[in-house]
């Protein structure tokens, strides 16, 4: 799938509720854990970070990626795939967009001040590997602005009722978009991936 003007794909990866919610009130993700120990999420992971040679995280999302996949890439009793994705998120280039972080304190992580946009624009008129932004931190701004070329969401049976959501407020500029794949899981998890329809 190439990107805007044949440039390199911007694909969003994001986790999401039935009402919408892309994470809690108090930003802890324990609703999303059983789903993404399925084996249908973890391949529909394995399907979005296999072609990707940049990833974009906001700041809490790269705090708690940080935190968790280091550990697991170096687990020899971990997932297989799980293992792969931790070696995949260390190594990769990583850009974590955050106003008060001053030292990513991981390898291959730079962080920007500036609106996720501006960086995704740039990165679309190059070529390479897709560009994967990763939880709804950067994935909701971005679509905001209508600049995924790519959106891969996994909806779980999950009702909140308090939190960000996935799309929120008015403003958001009209898209259509195609369904390009759909598994789900045994959680009754359902991945679905969707391109834009320039």
């Known amino acids: 799938m190439p990107g805007a003007n044949g440039g390199r794909p911007l694909v969003g990866s994001v986790l999401a509720t039935l009402d919408g919610r892309v994470a809690g009130a108090s930003d802890a993700p324990e609703w999303a854990v059983p789903h993404l120990r399925s084996d249908a999420v973890r391949e529909h992971r394995e399907r979005l970070h296999a072609p990707a040679t940049t990833a974009l995280l906001g700041e809490g999302d790269f705090l708690r990626a940080r935190e968790a996949w280091p550990a697991v890439a170096g687990d020899a009793a971990a997932d297989p795939r799980d293992r792969a994705f931790g070696g995949w998120l260390d190594g990769v280039e990583k ?32 070529r390479g590997g897709d560009v994967l932004a990763l939880g709804g931190g950067v994935v909701t701004r971005l679509l905001a602005v209508d600049a995924l070329d790519r959106l891969a969401v996994v909806w779980c049976p999950e009702v909140l009722g308090a939190g960000p959501r996935l799309f929120d407020g008015e403003g958001l500029p009209p898209a259509r978009w195609t369904l390009a794949g759909s598994t789900v899981s045994d959680t009754g998890a359902h991945c679905a991936v969707y391109d834009r329809a320039h």
């Open 95 to 126: 850009i974590v967009f955050s106003a008060t972080m001053t030292e990513p304190g991981w390898d291959n992580s730079w962080v920007l001040e500036v609106d996720p946009s501006q960086v995704a624009s740039h990165l679309r008129r190059r």
